[in-house]
């Protein structure tokens, strides 16, 4: 039972990741008021990029960098389309996701399905006689732990330091951010590139380190949960740890419990993740709170001569 | 009862020759103009797995038929978008086009109709025609004889199978495996665990982490990523793939893949179309072993020549017709007779297998 148990607490870090950096990628840009749907495709740039590096036998440290490099890449774009030319942000996001799949797909054409060398875990081979937090610690990987302090970057950045807060005002009241000397676009420019970068960290997280291979289609709708965890989370990276990991650990669960044939529902468990997520990230944000914690210019376009 | 099977069976055969539109049993088909063939697929074709094994026959199809095919890629599975892309093949003159997935059936059926001069193709399609024959393959031939190859490596007597959905495509193949390993000893256990998805390397590769963390020393995969292969390797076990020979992903481990030669179905097939010689079979073609459609890639380096002897000793019996896995008796998971003794499960069953053989580890969901 014990090994069932950590078995499962030491696979729900890799299920949870990249969920989690897509999803503080996706506070950055929203917090600073750009609604940003863009994650899906930005991760499968990341993925592949990541992949197609390796697999050119550059280091697979280098491959995770291209992969971010690669997702701020098309986020400036999307930033670009957003905020400068002031494209409507919820259609710029949904074209961003098929053009980063479809760029993804066809740059992509040659690496498909060639399994390499990517990032290692701690330990390749959990020898069932360790102890369990030598056994728990072994199954995790270098990106595991990046993720974590990226968290506490995320967090800290948003609201300890000068950037941070000017980057919340852009996304709370744009007009008075304006009078106060902050660039609003610049500032959004960089929110969007740098969640674009975090997006496609979490991309080169599911080739270069967790599946070690690159297909079409294998972000397989993360981006879609990374989006709805944002606002599971109310934009704030602590609870999208919090979210993160409890999907991850209902993800993680259902196989288990199938591979030792507990008589569970199938479609029960496939349910699970969204329904507990969904449930506990609302309580938390029932519990103590006032009023909203949405971005009050989240999705609107800003126009210095609108100002009034 | 038998009165409704009687009428059952009278209904089947007005409806039958209903569909056929004749008084004529068989269904034939002439094509019109030289012969042009496209091939339309859901995703890449170059995908490593499903797709890349269709793509095979399609380039044997140009080589030994001398005929230049048409691709689409990417196509949904999506009646409106399936659609534009046969239209537009018809109107630039395709004569022969071959649909590659199962969500493509309806649509496909839709355009058979409006198009009655177009030769359609679709693998494991569940609709036919006049002018369309849907076709897949006899899998589970295949993965009885590397459960054979599985039972015979294993130390833990404990095997693994990462699968798709609980149908019945996908039951057959894990009740097969299971029952050639236990044809080899009767002890093995056989963990099969759903993604409940078709297309997930990642969440592929965790499932087959959570089997192979129950002790499993033989994992096989019924999709077609070949990340639960890499998993095993990273573990030292044994693993079996299947749709194209995966022993790239584990070169070490492998011991087989369950593979489809499309080319076995698709040359002959294409070729009585242009020859005026097709005639579209009414439930499908369903290709097994016997020629060749499925079979097993080459085996790895652990797999035994006393085992090698055996596969090819109950491939022969298969071949010949002497042979069907799905023989009784057979038990289900809970002990209870699935298939009495001396009986085989019939086509129509198969299609709706809905349990586990004994054996089995782990939860079939209820059906629908």
């Known amino acids: 039972m014990s090994g069932f148990l950590v078995g499962w607490l030491a696979a729900i870090p890799a299920y949870a990741a990249p969920l989690l950096l897509a999803a503080l990628g996706l506070i950055l840009s929203e917090r600073a008021g750009v609604l940003n749907l863009s994650a899906e495709g930005v991760m499968a740039i990341g993925a592949m990029t990541g992949a197609a590096v390796v697999l050119s036998g550059i280091a697979p440290t280098l491959g995770i960098l291209a992969g971010v490099a690669a997702g701020a890449g098309l986020s400036l774009v999307f930033a670009i389309v957003v905020v400068v030319f002031r494209g409507d942000q919820t259609l710029a996001g949904l074209t961003t996701v098929a053009v980063g799949i479809g760029l993804a797909g066809v740059l992509g054409r040659d690496y498909v399905q060639k399994p390499f060398a990517g990032i290692e875990r701690f330990g390749a081979d959990a020898a069932p006689a360790t102890g369990a937090f030598e056994r728990f610690f072994l199954q995790q990987d270098p990106l595991i732990l990046v993720t974590l302090v990226l968290v506490v970057a995320v967090w800290w950045f948003l609201e300890r330091t000068r950037a941070g807060l000017q980057l919340r005002a852009v996304g709370e009241d744009p007009g008075t951010a304006d009078v106060a000397g902050v660039d609003v676009q610049m500032v959004r420019i960089a929110a969007v590139v740098a969640g674009g970068a975090l ?16 297909v079409e289609g294998m972000i397989a709708g993360r981006g879609w949960i990374a989006v709805a965890l944002v606002i599971f989370a109310r934009w704030d990276a602590r609870r999208a740890l919090l ?5 991850g650990a209902a993800e993680a669960l259902g196989p288990r419990l199938q591979a030792v044939g507990a008589p569970v529902p199938t479609y029960l468990m496939m349910m699970l993740p969204y329904a507990l997520t969904l449930a506990v990230l609302v309580l938390s944000s029932l519990v103590g709170r006032r009023g909203t914690d949405e971005p009050a210019a989240l999705g609107s376009i800003y126009l210095r001569q609108d100002k009034s | 009862m038998v009165k409704s099977f009687a009428s059952g069976l009278l209904a089947l055969g007005a409806a039958a020759t209903l569909l056929s539109g004749t008084a004529t049993s068989a269904w034939s088909f002439e094509l019109k103009g030289e012969p042009k063939v496209a091939f339309i697929y859901a995703a890449a074709a170059k995908d490593g797995g499903w797709n890349e094994a269709i793509d095979a026959g399609r380039a044997a199809v140009e080589k030994d038929l001398g005929l230049t095919v048409a691709v689409a890629e990417n196509v949904p599975e999506d009646a409106t978008k399936l659609r534009a ?3 537009l093949f018809v109107k630039r003159g395709f004569n022969i086009i071959v649909g590659t997935t ?8 839709e355009a058979a109709k409006a198009y009655p001069d177009v030769a359609f193709l679709n693998a494991s399609g569940t609709t036919n025609g006049p002018n369309l024959e849907s ?3 006899r899998t589970y031939q295949g993965w009885y004889l590397a459960g054979i190859a599985a039972g015979s490596v294993t130390q833990s007597k404990k095997l693994g199978m990462v699968a798709g959905f609980p149908v019945g495509v996908v039951n057959w193949d894990a009740n097969a495996f299971i029952l050639g390993a236990r044809s080899v000893d009767p002890s093995i256990e056989t963990v099969v665990v759903y993604t409940n998805s078709w297309w997930d390397p990642v969440k592929e590769g965790q499932v087959a982490e959570a089997i192979l963390d129950q002790n499993a020393d033989v994992l096989a995969t019924d999709l077609s990523s070949t990340s639960p292969l890499a998993a095993a390797e990273r573990r030292g076990a044994s693993s079996v793939g299947y749709q194209l020979d995966m022993s790239h992903a584990a070169p070490e481990g492998i011991l087989t893949s369950v593979v489809f030669h499309w080319d076995r179905y698709l040359v002959p097939t294409i070729k009585s179309i242009t020859d005026g010689t097709w005639t579209p079979q009414e439930y499908g073609a369903f290709e097994g072993i016997d020629n060749g459609v499925i079979g097993l890639a080459p085996f790895g380096k652990r797999v035994p020549d006393a085992a090698k002897a055996k596969i090819a000793e109950v491939q022969a019996k298969m071949v010949a017709g002497a042979f069907d896995p799905f023989t009784g008796p057979i038990e289900k998971q809970d002990g209870s007779v699935a298939v009495p003794a ?3 499960v019939s086509d129509e069953a198969l299609w709706s297998m809905d349990y586990f053989v004994k054996g089995a580890i782990g939860t079939m969901p209820a059906a629908q």
């Open chain 2, 342 to 344: 001396g009986e085989k």
């Open chain 1, 243 to 247: 979210g993160a990991l409890i999907f």
């Open chain 2, 102 to 109: 199962y969500g493509y059936s309806e649509p496909i059926a």
């Open chain 2, 135 to 137: 076709f897949y393959a």
């Open chain 2, 85 to 87: 892309a046969i239209d």
């Open chain 1, 199 to 214: 997006c496609g960290l979490s991309g080169a997280y599911l080739s270069v380190a967790a599946s070690h291979v690159w």
